[in-house]
């Protein structure tokens, strides 16, 4: 017996010192892990990772759900937020072995944190022969319409309108969302100038929508920011406005002190929470 009681005694200790660097759960808060949560995302047509950009173990788990997406179906189609459209040509000639690294980095605007956070899942789709797609909308553009109004991209060239979402975009600033950044923006910069960030982040939004259903193969991996795709808004939004019938799954990695259980705020923000240390290491 008292052999039993300190064999017990050592296992509670070992597990009190333990670190898990990440914890996952349903959308109600109910504890999952890396398996179950793949058994069922990988029923979905589409499928959203919202990272935070700087947090490391957000790129570490979207490369490894990209590696089993393409184990457990044979093929995976992976969309970025952090290539824009006009970008495509530049990023294909790449994954062919046309250009080398340092054309793609010289001539597409990647991030400043592309070789860290998202060169790994780029590289992984390069050595299996799977298709990137540049889904957002080319920054200049955003930039019009917050600054100039959304109207102004009617003004655009038949080319550069190839690369934005199909005018007119349809834009519900009534959505939580949206009307959550107006809010806070609320009395910042020149008169409608809230509405308008809002709305370039709509066209942003529906834009990646359009070019994940232009290139939609399942399962289709999109990687974004976490508030393009949290509480099912966003480019999920203009998605079921298009095709209702799509079966969309949503992973969102969030930080908290305590990942022991989800937080309150943190419930319902995605069909999986992936819910990772506030200290976890930052990549830039």
Not at 132 to 145: C, D, E, L
Not at 209 to 234: D, M, R, W
Not at 253 to 266: G, M, T, Y
Request: neutral net charge.
């Amino acid at each position: 017996m008292k052999k039993i009681l300190l064999l017990l005694l050592v296992a509670v200790a070992a597990q009190s010192q333990d670190k898990p660097a990440y914890k996952i759960f349903t959308k109600e808060g109910k504890p999952s892990d890396f398996s179950s949560m793949m058994k069922e995302v990988a029923k979905a047509d589409v499928i959203f990772f919202g990272e935070l950009h700087d947090n490391a173990m957000a790129h570490w788990l979207e490369l490894h759900v990209a590696k089993e997406l393409f184990a457990q179906k044979g093929s995976v189609t992976i969309g970025m937020e952090m290539f824009e459209a006009d970008n495509q040509i530049i990023l294909d000639e790449y994954l062919n072995g046309l250009i080398d690294e340092k054309l793609l980095l010289n001539e597409a605007k990647v991030w400043d944190n592309y070789k860290n956070d998202y060169k790994p899942l780029v590289e992984f789709a390069k050595e299996n022969k799977q298709r990137v797609i540049a889904t957002n909308v080319p920054r200049r553009y955003a930039n019009v319409v917050y600054k100039k109004g959304i109207e102004q991209l009617n003004t655009l060239p038949a080319e550069a309108k190839s690369w934005i979402a199909p005018l007119p975009v349809t834009i519900d600033l009534s959505l939580p969302g949206y009307k959550s950044m107006i809010d806070q923006m609320a009395g910042h910069g020149a008169p409608g100038s809230a509405e308008n960030m809002a709305r370039s982040q709509a066209v942003k939004d529906a834009t990646m929508a359009h070019f994940i259903l232009k290139n939609k193969t399942a399962p289709f991996l999109h990687v974004n920011g976490s508030y393009h795709s949290q509480n099912f808004e966003g480019i999920v939004w203009y998605l079921k406005q298009a095709d209702a019938k799509l079966k969309i799954a949503t992973i969102q990695l969030v930080e908290q002190k305590d990942i022991s259980q989800v937080e309150a705020a943190n419930k319902g923000v995605a069909d999986f929470i992936i819910c990772v240390p506030d200290d976890m290491t930052k990549t830039y």
